[in-house]
């Protein structure tokens, strides 16, 4: 079975952001990057299906700054091969792009799976993978906790409300959008990592007719901010009279008789 896994770098959340002037994106000037958490998770499933089944694993990430060192840190940790792929998008890569440029390649590489992690700092909505299985005609399944192999197909865990989970036995191929992978991320070691860190990642063009994207980022606004919450005191009665006051004022309830 051959894996292949899409490692993209995002920016640190942890510190300051600010929206560019055009509106359209974050200042990246002086915005630190670091491998997404989730496909960190993506990898690390990659790896152990690759101990357990005799998996090949193949990551992928897309040109730009950090990108050698990420793949390089890839095969430090277990990766068969690595590809880094030419973006004429430039920053902020949106998901529906990056499927379109991942597709062409893993359909000449004839993967049997793809994982990436279910979402990104910067694709809240979790749309890599789907948008991936889409464009591949490929089976997807996101939110996933577990690979485990079957006859012909996977059985993937998907976590559900309430901290339940569902089992799904999925065909091969397929894209798979990794939350949490099974056993803990295992960190290369520092001999690995300087194996491997003067290696030279190689630019490959995807082929890929990215034509019409559709959807286009209009405006970026921080979030708006509220006088805070309204903390009541007393008892149930007391408390219940003051959420039917409230409600009553914004218009949401109408005012009974007492």
């Given at each position: 079975?051959?894996?292949?896994?899409?490692?993209?770098?995002?920016?640190?959340?942890?510190?300051?952001?600010?929206?560019?002037?055009?509106?359209?994106?974050?200042?990246?000037?002086?915005?630190?990057?670091?491998?997404?958490?989730?496909?960190?998770?993506?990898?690390?499933?990659?790896?152990?299906?690759?101990?357990?089944?005799?998996?090949?694993?193949?990551?992928?990430?897309?040109?730009?700054?950090?990108?050698?060192?990420?793949?390089q840190s890839a095969l430090a940790r277990g990766a068969d091969r690595v590809i880094k792929l030419r973006n004429p998008f430039g920053d902020g890569?949106?998901?529906?792009?990056?499927?379109?440029?991942?597709?062409?390649?893993?359909?000449?590489?004839?993967?049997?799976?793809?994982?990436?992690?279910?979402?990104?700092?910067?694709?809240i909505h979790g749309q890599l993978a789907p948008f991936l299985g889409a464009t591949l005609d490929w089976p997807h399944v996101s939110v996933v906790s577990e690979i485990r192999c079957d006859v012909g197909?996977?059985?993937?865990?998907?976590?559900?409300?309430?901290?339940?989970?569902?089992?799904?036995?999925?065909?091969?191929?397929?894209?798979?959008?990794?939350?949490?992978?099974?056993?803990?991320?295992?960190?290369?070691?520092?001999?690995?990592?300087?194996?491997?860190?003067?290696?030279?990642?190689?630019l490959t063009d995807s082929n890929a007719d990215c034509g019409d994207l559709a959807a286009e980022l209009l405006r970026l606004e921080r979030p708006r901010s509220d006088k805070g919450a309204i903390m009541w005191e007393g008892d149930a009665d007391q408390v219940a009279e003051a959420l039917h006051d409230l409600l009553v004022a914004r218009g949401l309830a109408k005012e009974t008789m007492r």
């Open positions: 079975m051959q894996i292949g896994v899409a490692l993209r770098l995002v920016p640190d959340a942890s510190g300051d952001l600010d929206i560019a002037e055009n509106g359209q994106d974050i200042d990246r000037e002086w915005v630190d990057l670091k491998l997404n958490e989730f496909d960190d998770q993506a990898l690390e499933e990659a790896l152990t299906l690759k101990e357990n089944a005799g998996a090949t694993v193949i990551a992928f990430a897309f040109d730009g700054v950090g990108a050698d060192r990420l793949l890569l949106r998901a529906r792009a990056a499927a379109r440029l991942l597709a062409p390649t893993i359909r000449e590489l004839g993967l049997d799976l793809v994982l990436t992690g279910v979402l990104g700092i910067d694709e197909a996977l059985l993937a865990r998907q976590e559900t409300d309430g901290g339940f989970s569902t089992t799904l036995r999925v065909r091969l191929p397929a894209v798979i959008g990794v939350q949490t992978a099974s056993r803990p991320i295992r960190y290369a070691s520092g001999a690995k990592l300087r194996q491997f860190i003067g290696q030279k990642i190689a």
